[in-house]
Structures are given as C-alpha cells and as structure tokens.
C-alpha cells in the first residue's frame, strides 16, 4: 500500500513527494527510484523535511509510528485498519490530542464512487447486508479477516446506521492460522437498524456488493463493478397496488402478463470515476492545508477498531 500512495502523490501537482522510508532499504530504493524521490534510511531523518505522510506498515506496528510522526507534529494518514486492537487505537487518539496534528484514518471505500453515489440520496437504512469476500492475498496475515477485510464494512455500516452497536453476534472460522478467515456478523444498534456482515479470504471469487434497504428506498452497489442502482418506494408502490387491485378485480386473469420489472422503476446511481486512492489522498491532503476534519476522522477508525474488537470477541464465545 505504501507503494500505492506514493504513486498517487508524485502524481498531484498539489504535492511534493519528499521520500519514503521503509524497514527495507531494497523496497524503499526502489520505490524513491519509481517515483523519483530520496529513500530515507531513518524515520527520524525523513520527519523534519515533510509536513505530512501515510502511514502503510503493518497493523502491529501503527501505533509506534504514529507515536513518533505525531510527536514531531506531522499530519499523517494511517491505513486500516487504525490499529491492532482497542488499546492501540486509543493511544494514538491520544498521541494525536497532544500533538494537534491531523490524522486521517485510510478506510478508503469511504471514497468508492459507488459508495459517495449513495451517500447523496440520504437514505435511513433498517437493514444493511454486506458481503466481501475473495481469495487469500496473504498480503494482511498478520491479522484476522475482520480487521483485513471486514473493517472496510463496519466502517460503512457504522456511517450509514448513525447509531451506537447495541449487540453483537458473530460466527467465524479459523482454517489457515490462529486468527479467523471466515466471518459472519450481525450487528443490532440502538435505532433499530441491522446489518448482516458476511467476510472471507478463502473464497474461490472475488464478490464485494452493499444492499440497503429503508423505508422509502433499496439500494444495491457492486464495490468491484464501481456500479449501483436504487428504487424508491413513491410511485413504485402505487403500481404495484394497481395491479394487485386488478388481479383481484379479474382484469387480469393471466399473471404471465405482468412483468414485475416493469411494475418498479429503478434507477441507475451516478457514479464518477476518480480512483478511490486519489480521492482519499486529496482530501487528506485538503484537511492538513485548511486544518480542516478529514472526511475519516479519527474517532471513526477508533469505533471500527471497537466493534470489530466486539466481533472477534463474539466469534470467541461461539462453539463450533
């Protein structure tokens, strides 16, 4: 990932790509050489020359490197999820209150054009239905699926429900290692709203949809296709009920003659095709200018660790 973001940076003209540091002296050459910046051979050598960075090391180890770029007083982004567990996560809260800095926590299907699509149509889901799954890229081993894939979702889910988590029950499976690859959660939150969380690394293709229903709208988005659409329920039910009315009426005797497609008038969310990264980078590098909030906040990669921590610990409590 950390690859990743520097390519995006040395692309917008709004930023300098200063240099890269990684624990690899071989990665981090070759990335300065792509990208044409310095290799720093100490993070302490790069944090003077720059006033904001992405953080893309291992989940373990967030939380000491936000310690040290915060204390110098950099904005940072930090990819998910924010940390390994509960603790960590609340300690860099903390590094960040005393710094002042600007943090900005990289849950980057915040920034999926399907994702920003459905957010204008201000929708107040009863239910959310989620499903990610995909083979193992043993790219994040280093933790469970809930905090690899999973984390994206909750973080979705929680934005959407705009509510606390009043329960959690979850089911998982360990078939690799000692952490889960396999996951099931439903989430109850104090407004009323659940939201079904399905997470694998095992499957045998790649699926990544969003269904949310509410009172007056469904909509469906395809993470991968980049596509959605949604049916609102004004004009949809007053033809359903027109036809029911004329079934019962015996105009209608034969039920072949109905397409219910044809009953529900679905349109297509547009959708714009900025690369989620870019977008994501963008408005970091937005709020460390103007010392505005980040679109992801500190407190939302905080409340992600936290329920995806209830998640692990509800899978715990379950025997298989």
């Given at each position: 990932?950390?690859r990743?973001?520097?390519?995006?940076?040395?692309?917008?003209?709004?930023?300098?790509?200063?240099?890269?540091?990684?624990?690899?002296?071989e990665?981090?050459?070759?990335?300065?050489?792509?990208?044409?910046?310095?290799?720093?051979a100490?993070?302490?050598?790069?944090?003077?020359?720059v006033?904001?960075?992405?953080?893309?090391?291992p989940?373990?180890?967030?939380?000491?490197?936000?310690?040290?770029v915060?204390?110098?007083?950099?904005?940072?982004?930090?990819?998910?999820?924010?940390?390994?567990?509960?603790?960590?996560?609340?300690?860099?809260?903390?590094?960040?209150?005393?710094?002042?800095?600007?943090?900005?926590?990289?849950?980057?299907?915040?920034?999926?054009?399907?994702?920003?699509?459905?957010?204008?149509?201000?929708?107040?889901?009863?239910?959310?239905?989620?499903?990610?799954?995909?083979?193992?890229?043993?790219?994040?081993i280093?933790?469970?699926?809930?905090?690899?894939?999973?984390?994206?979702?909750?973080?979705?889910v929680?934005?959407?429900a705009?509510s606390k988590?009043?329960?959690?029950?979850?089911?998982?499976?360990?078939?690799?290692?000692n952490?889960?690859?396999?996951?099931?959660?439903?989430?109850?939150?104090?407004?009323?709203?659940?939201?079904?969380?399905?997470?694998?690394r095992?499957?045998?293709?790649?699926?990544?949809?969003?269904?949310?229903?509410?009172?007056?709208?469904?909509?469906?988005?395809?993470?991968?296709?980049?596509y959605?659409?949604?049916a609102?329920?004004?004009?949809?039910?007053?033809?359903?009920?027109?036809?029911?009315?004329?079934?019962?009426?015996?105009?209608?005797?034969?039920?072949?003659?109905?397409?219910?497609?044809?009953?529900v008038?679905v349109?297509?969310?547009?959708?714009?095709?900025?690369?989620?990264?870019?977008?994501?980078?963008?408005?970091?590098?937005?709020?460390?200018?103007?010392?505005?909030?980040?679109?992801?906040?500190?407190?939302?990669?905080?409340?992600?660790?936290?329920?995806?921590?209830?998640?692990?610990?509800?899978?715990?409590?379950?025997?298989?």
């Open positions: 990932m950390g990743l973001h520097a390519r995006v940076y040395s692309e917008m003209p709004s930023v300098k790509l200063v240099g890269v540091y990684d624990a690899s002296e990665a981090a050459a070759a990335a300065a050489d792509q990208f044409n910046c310095k290799a720093f100490r993070l302490d050598d790069l944090l003077p020359q006033k904001a960075l992405t953080i893309a090391v989940t373990a180890f967030h939380a000491d490197v936000a310690d040290q915060l204390s110098a007083g950099v904005a940072c982004l930090i990819e998910k999820p924010l940390a390994k567990d509960v603790a960590d996560a609340r300690r860099i809260a903390a590094s960040a209150a005393r710094s002042g800095a600007t943090v900005q926590v990289g849950h980057i299907e915040r920034f999926n054009p399907a994702i920003r699509a459905m957010e204008k149509l201000e929708i107040e889901p009863r239910f959310i239905e989620v499903t990610r799954i995909s083979p193992m890229t043993f790219r994040s280093d933790v469970g699926v809930v905090l690899d894939m999973m984390i994206h979702d909750i973080d979705i929680l934005r959407l705009r988590v009043a329960r959690v029950d979850a089911v998982g499976v360990s078939v690799i290692g952490v889960e690859d396999i996951c099931n959660a439903r989430l109850t939150f104090e407004n009323g709203c659940v939201a079904n969380i399905t997470a694998s095992l499957a045998l293709k790649t699926e990544r949809r969003l269904r949310v229903f509410s009172p007056d709208a469904y909509v469906s988005l395809d993470y991968q296709k980049r959605g659409m949604f609102r329920r004004g004009g949809n039910v007053d033809a359903i009920r027109d036809a029911v009315a004329r079934i019962r009426a015996g105009e209608i005797e034969d039920l072949s003659q109905l397409n219910f497609a044809d009953l008038h349109e297509e969310l547009k959708i714009d095709d900025i690369e989620p990264l870019r977008a994501e980078l963008e408005s970091f590098i937005h709020a460390v200018k103007t010392h505005g909030q980040p679109i992801v906040p500190l407190e939302d990669g905080v409340a992600a660790v936290e329920t995806a921590t209830r998640i692990v610990e509800s899978i715990s409590h379950v025997s298989l």
